[in-house]
């Protein structure tokens, strides 16, 4: 069983920067494929970066690709998302979620363990 707890979200103006924390439970974050995924008011969830159990491999949304950056801290049980240049359409709650395929995957039902989300607002 993995516990996730989403933190760092909050209001920004457009062009501005956030970054997002996810904080696993267990002794086995390690061997978890980690992803972020998002939903905006009125539609379906999206993918938005995944990163393999190493951190060797990640994945990103076409949307996002050179502005977020996924990375993770093994030993600290936690995965960030680092949201630069954000835009108004960035405007979502932001989900970790927790995948038993050790791989970065864009899949959402390949996912396992979901957190409670955060909100992040851009205003133009």
């Known amino acids: 069983q993995v516990q996730l707890v989403e933190s760092g979200g909050g209001l920004v103006q457009a062009g501005g920067s956030l970054r997002l924390s996810c904080a696993a439970s267990?002794?086995?974050?390690?061997?978890?494929?980690m992803g972020w995924f998002r939903q905006a008011p009125g539609k379906e969830r999206e993918f938005v970066a995944a990163?393999?159990?190493?951190?060797?491999?990640?994945y990103y949304a076409d949307s996002v690709k050179g502005r977020f950056t996924i990375s993770r801290d093994n030993a600290k049980n936690t995965v960030y998302l680092q949201m630069n240049s954000l835009k108004p359409e960035d405007t979502a709650v932001y989900y970790c979620?927790?995948?038993?395929?050790?791989?970065?995957?864009?899949?959402?039902?390949?996912?396992?363990?979901w957190g409670q989300g955060t909100q992040v607002t851009v205003s133009s």
């Open positions: 267990g002794r086995t974050f390690s061997s978890y494929g």
């Open positions: 990163i393999s159990w190493s951190g060797g491999s990640t």
């Open positions: 979620a927790a995948s038993q395929f050790r791989v970065a995957t864009m899949r959402s039902y390949e996912y396992d363990y």
